[in-house]
């Protein structure tokens, strides 16, 4: 059984690009959680997809947006890079939407 | 807004004692709560979870504690071992939305 994968596990960009973090789920999940952990804090929910929709969504602006596929992985895009967005990017994935999450070993995002 | 809060940023415990890690929440709605163990560039590891039914649940060394009446709950784990070296992260999630909200972690250090 896989469990859950993140690419790429680094990235730099630099301030107005944008950004594209892919996440493979955990054999037989069908829902993944996307998470934005600065320094020092814990994750912070950004949302959640559920069988290819939205179904939840944290305290984020629109730049932050997502997609699931058929087969259940997921991706995050940032658009309009900000300094502040600098952070650990953790997915997790979970046998339904209030399941027990299982989490990737996330992306590390540098913005300059 | 911190709706879990973790107020001991880190522990010290001598190996084969037992460490006691803390967490409380303010949001009256939460009814399904975990413990993640985090070790540096990986992601959050599932230890441990409860549900608002119980006050105790039990996994090997590793119990965690629900007090709802003051909306705090607790993991010991006993003995320690210096593998159980990690940042340790309580969420908690239920009412509205299927958000986990997490507290900001507790760096245990276990001394050999």
């Known amino acids: 059984e896989t469990g859950v994968t993140q690419s790429p596990t680094h990235l730099i960009k630099t301030r107005g690009q944008q950004v594209t973090l892919r996440c493979s789920s955990q054999s037989g999940h069908n829902t993944v959680s996307w998470y934005q952990q600065a320094l020092g804090q814990g994750p912070q929910f950004i949302f959640q997809?559920?069988?290819?929709?939205?179904?939840g969504r944290g305290n984020f602006p629109p730049r932050f947006s997502g997609l699931q596929f058929p087969n259940y992985s997921s991706e995050l895009n940032v658009n309009a890079l900000e300094l502040d967005d600098s952070a650990l990017y953790l997915c997790?994935?979970?046998?339904?939407?209030?399941?027990?999450?299982?989490f990737g070993p996330g992306t590390r995002l540098l913005v300059l | 807004d911190q709706q879990v809060k973790q107020n001991s940023p880190s522990l010290s415990v001598q190996e084969g004692r037992i460490s006691i890690l803390n967490c409380d929440y303010t949001?009256?709605?939460?009814?399904?709560f975990l413990w993640y163990k985090k070790y540096p560039a990986e992601g959050p590891t599932f230890l441990i979870s409860i549900s608002s039914i119980k006050d105790k649940n039990e996994d090997g060394r590793f119990t965690v504690f629900l007090n709802k009446s003051a909306k705090h709950l607790s993991l010991h784990i006993v003995p320690s071992q210096p593998g159980d070296s990690a940042v340790y992260f309580c969420?908690?999630?239920?009412?509205?939305?299927?958000?986990?909200?997490f507290g900001t972690g507790t760096s245990l250090t276990v001394i050999p």
């Open positions: 997790a994935s979970s046998s339904g939407p209030q399941e027990t999450q299982y």
């Open positions: 969420a908690a999630s239920g009412g509205t939305g299927n958000q986990f909200y």
């Open positions: 997809y559920y069988r290819e929709e939205e179904n």
């Open positions: 949001n009256s709605m939460f009814d399904y």
